[in-house]
């Protein structure tokens, strides 16, 4: 399942991503979005989880939590649209 981490701080690493999703089941993968001219965070990032049920758990667990000094959104990532 792939989930999508919104209004991250930029301090916020992929470690602190992975060891606040695992406590829900197994990650994957964990990719914060970085701009590609200063290599710095977008404030967003991209999780993947082995399966549904620990995403879906994730999801409803930390939606709207705080991680670092923001409060983040959580939800099921759409499909990436193509651009034009």
Do not use: C, W
């Not at 060891?19 to 964990?30: E, K, L, M």
């Not at 620990?54 to 409803?60: D, E, F, P, T, V």
């Not at 667990?61 to 983040?72: A, S």
């Amino acid at each position: 399942m792939n989930i999508y981490v919104g209004n991250l701080g930029y301090s916020t690493t992929e470690d602190d991503l992975h060891t606040s999703f695992s406590a829900f089941g197994a990650v994957d993968s964990v990719k914060i979005i970085t701009d590609r001219e200063t290599g710095r965070s977008k404030g967003f990032a991209f999780i993947e989880m082995s399966d549904e049920s620990s995403g879906n758990a994730a999801i409803k667990g930390l939606d709207g939590q705080e991680l670092g000094d923001r409060v983040i959104k959580v939800n099921e990532a759409r499909p990436r649209e193509e651009r034009k």
